[in-house]
């Protein structure tokens, strides 16, 4: 996976896998395949996607993926919610966007965004007007906080998400929201894909991948996501990207 800023709230990204196991981001993430066949799974959609089809996650969504013919190569773009505001309604600090639509399969929106990113000379306007001609195709819902936080998994989610730099204990955990821990290990695997613990890491990658396109050294967003030290956060950067967060640094040139 190679990795390009264009500015603060679209980072792209492009990448050759077979397999990627169970993570998250802590952005929308718009996923274009441009060859190959995989299955795609998260905890709200599961399809087999070809060359030419886009794909959706929205923040902090579950997902996993394996090629079904050799390797798949793909882009994969990461809109800020401020440039999903920019193509679609805006929405207030107390509101919950979800992305609904899980792919689009080809049409001249989704061909349109392929060409620009796979044009010899990047052009990055071409780029971002494509990425709104697609994410203007997509059906949106909004939510305010109370109607998605009633079941134990949702719960939990707020509760990482809100101080996601804090070491969080799944004990603490169930006992902040008041059950037995197992029962909590269990209703979380089972709605969000993956335990507890493997989510609060992840969420505490995200942070970091925001932190270094920002400009900060490794050794100091290691710490301050609250990793043991720089090999930490490597060893869990890799386990969602595939490669190491100074791949990222050097991507984004901050």
């Known amino acids: 996976m190679t990795f390009a800023l264009q500015r603060v709230d679209l980072l792209r990204a492009r990448a050759t896998a077979v397999d990627f196991d169970p993570h998250l981001h802590g952005t929308y993430s718009v996923v274009v395949v441009t060859s190959g066949t995989a299955h795609i799974w998260s905890g709200r959609w599961s399809r087999t996607v070809r060359a030419g089809d886009v794909f959706f996650f929205n923040p902090f969504e579950v997902h996993a993926g394996r090629s079904t013919s050799g390797r798949a190569q793909y882009d994969v773009l990461y809109p800020s919610e401020a440039f999903l505001d920019s193509c679609t309604a805006t929405i207030r600090p ?80 169930a006992r902040e929201i008041g059950i037995n821990p197992s ?28 932190l270094i396109c920002a400009g900060f050294e490794l050794n100091d967003v290691a710490q301050m996501v609250n990793f043991a030290d720089q090999p930490h956060l490597t060893r869990e950067f890799k386990k969602v990207f595939g490669v190491p967060p100074g791949a990222l640094s050097r991507g984004v040139g901050r």
């Open 183 to 210: 029962h909590l290990v269990r209703s979380f695997k089972k709605t969000i894909g993956v335990p507890p613990q493997t989510y609060v890491r992840q969420v505490r990658v995200a942070r970091a991948r925001e």
């Open 94 to 173: 107390d509101e919950l966007r979800t992305i609904r639509t899980d792919v689009l399969t080809r049409s001249r929106a989704t061909r349109g965004l392929v060409d620009a990113l796979s044009a010899p000379i990047v052009d990055d306007a071409s780029i971002e007007e494509s990425l709104r001609q697609v994410l203007r195709e997509c059906a949106f819902s909004v939510e305010s906080p109370a109607s998605t936080s009633t079941s134990i998994a949702r719960t939990v989610c707020e509760l990482v998400r809100r101080d996601e730099l804090r070491s969080t204990r799944t004990h603490d955990l």
